[in-house]
């Protein structure tokens, strides 16, 4: 339930909407059609072509029947994504119910999708549109499909950890007076590491001056459904958000959902985008996924949240009392410009005298512990906890980093642990993200690209985020930061080769364009 729900039945006293809810969020209207189809003797003309797991033994074997029976085309009893009329419209209404939105649309090709529709809804080419400087790689890649300029914010960079946090009120509203002509604010809630912004006040005032806010809510699917959990953004009064049900809601890989509510949303424009984006074979896998997670986060989210957090709680202090980690709390990182924060966010901060750094760390849990993280930094490991989570998989952690501790910590070592995450001290947008993505590229040594133009997002996955946007001119920086990089065995994006990087090609970037932040301050734009 959400806590606007929850604040309404408290003021009434009053139980009758919260079972009316409960009855109401128990349908799986897509699910349960796919658990009658499959049940069904129907003979298969369409595709996929396994038809239903005929002459596939090893997708039989391993996946089992049930999954290949689920995994069907559209077909009227079934629905169709790009039109929804039936049971794909009744799931979705009771998605945007679950999350106060007016309308819900099902992803099939992750949040990605769902940033891309959303900026491509509002945004014209050549339009401007405010974005913090930490982004995910798929606003650049709406940035490039609909040529818009970005107009950056810097968001709060925490130099003890080496990572970036969220964008603040003031910034945000500094960037909306100096670009009036701007079409809408992109926020973050939270962000990769699980801080969030003041999201109320934000699009309070975005609203003041007839902008509309989309946000990244990614890693916040789990948001509404516990009052100890940071503000949704649909609650928030956000006019979009992208939500992820399979990073923290327990759907199906790529399986995310986008949500809209009011007027300043065409909503004909936003159906049209995502039929332009949306594959015509959505995967009725991934949707049925949404419907029962959906269903599972109303009726027994608030109940494994609240079972959770003594748990986090207690994880978090056994961690600080490791020698050598520390962990990032609501507490720890409120002031450094942070709002508030994700308790379910993991973040373990690896400190000098452990000798290890964060990639260390994080190949130590997974080869020596069976320990799958979520990522990597150079100063820390982090995990993602969900209502899945348990007393035994929290201790089996613990346990790991003591004996890891055990091992490798010493009291009179300082080991240096190499060049954390940053922003460049300056950018230089040399080309739009455009102009860039279509100039003549080629790939140079590392060490050879000093103010080359830069052909590719170049980033580190997870998590994603850019560390120089294409267009923009590679400085020193970000090459001793690549190069400390490509030592830790992590995976690359936007180089073709290990010690190469893709730059456009001499005479591709000779006129420079004037963003608004082509130089940023050293403590204001370090990269997460």
Not at 201 to 226: C, M, Q, S, T
Not at 257 to 281: C, F, H, P, W, Y
Request: a negative charge; proline letters at 4%; one cysteine or more.
């Amino acid at each position: 339930m959400t806590r606007l729900d929850s604040h309404t039945w408290k003021q009434n006293e009053d139980t009758s909407l919260e079972t009316e809810r409960a009855v109401k969020h128990a349908n799986m209207p897509l699910f349960q059609a796919l658990q009658a189809y499959e049940q069904d003797a129907t003979i298969s003309f369409d595709v996929p072509g396994h038809k239903r797991g005929i002459y596939s033994d090893e997708l039989v074997s391993t996946y089992g029947k049930t999954v290949l029976r689920h995994d069907v085309n559209s077909m009227p009893r079934l629905d169709n994504l790009a039109n929804a009329t039936g049971v794909i419209k009744e799931a979705q209404e009771l998605l945007a119910d679950a999350y106060g939105a007016d309308h819900a649309y099902f992803l099939v090709n992750g949040t990605t999708l769902g940033i891309q529709a959303m900026i491509l809804s509002i945004c014209q080419p050549k339009d401007k549109i405010i974005v913090p400087r930490n982004v995910h790689k798929s606003v650049v890649s709406a940035l490039v499909l609909g040529d818009i300029q970005p107009i950056y914010v810097c968001p709060a960079f925490d130099e003890d950890l080496g990572i970036a946090h969220n964008v603040s009120f003031d910034e945000v509203a500094k960037a909306i007076e100096e670009h009036p002509d701007a079409k809408g604010i992109f926020l973050i809630n939270p962000t990769y590491y699980g801080a969030t912004a003041d999201l109320e006040k934000i699009i309070g005032y975005a609203h003041e001056r007839g902008l509309p806010v989309l946000v990244d809510e990614a890693h916040g699917a789990h948001f509404p459904f516990h009052q100890d959990l940071p503000i949704s953004a649909m609650e928030a009064g956000a006019d979009m958000a992208a939500i992820s049900l399979h990073k923290t809601g327990g759907a199906f890989t790529q399986a995310s959902a986008l949500l809209t509510q009011g007027s300043r949303i065409d909503r004909e424009k936003v159906q049209q985008v995502l039929n332009m984006l949306t594959s015509t074979s959505a995967s009725y896998l991934l949707m049925g996924s949404i419907d029962v997670a959906r269903k599972n986060l109303v009726l027994h989210g608030e109940e494994r949240f609240q079972y959770l957090f003594p748990l986090i709680q207690a994880t978090k202090k056994q961690i600080r009392d490791i020698p050598g980690f520390d962990v990032l709390t609501r507490e720890s990182c409120r002031h450094k410009g942070v709002h508030d924060f994700d308790e379910t966010k993991l973040t373990i901060a690896i400190e000098a005298n452990l000798g290890l750094n964060g990639f260390d760390v994080y190949h130590m849990l997974c080869d020596e512990y069976n320990i799958q993280m979520e990522l990597a930094e150079p100063n820390i490991v982090m995990a993602v906890i969900t209502y899945a989570d348990n007393e035994d998989t929290l201790a089996a952690l613990v346990q790991a980093l003591a004996d890891i501790s055990l091992r490798h910590f010493h009291e009179d070592v300082s080991f240096v642990r190499g060049t954390p995450s940053f922003f460049p001290e300056k950018t230089i947008q040399a080309t739009s993200v455009r102009e860039a993505f279509y100039g003549e590229k080629e790939s140079v040594l590392l060490e050879k690209a000093l103010h080359r133009v830069c052909g590719e997002a170049l980033m580190i996955y997870p998590p994603g985020i850019p560390i120089l946007m294409p267009g923009e001119v590679i400085t020193q920086e970000v090459i001793d930061y690549c190069e400390f990089l490509q030592h830790q065995d992590t995976i690359m994006i936007g180089t073709n080769h290990p010690n190469e990087v893709t730059v456009l090609k001499d005479g591709e970037s000779s006129s420079l364009l004037s963003i608004n932040n082509e130089i940023f301050s050293k403590k204001t734009t370090a990269f997460q």
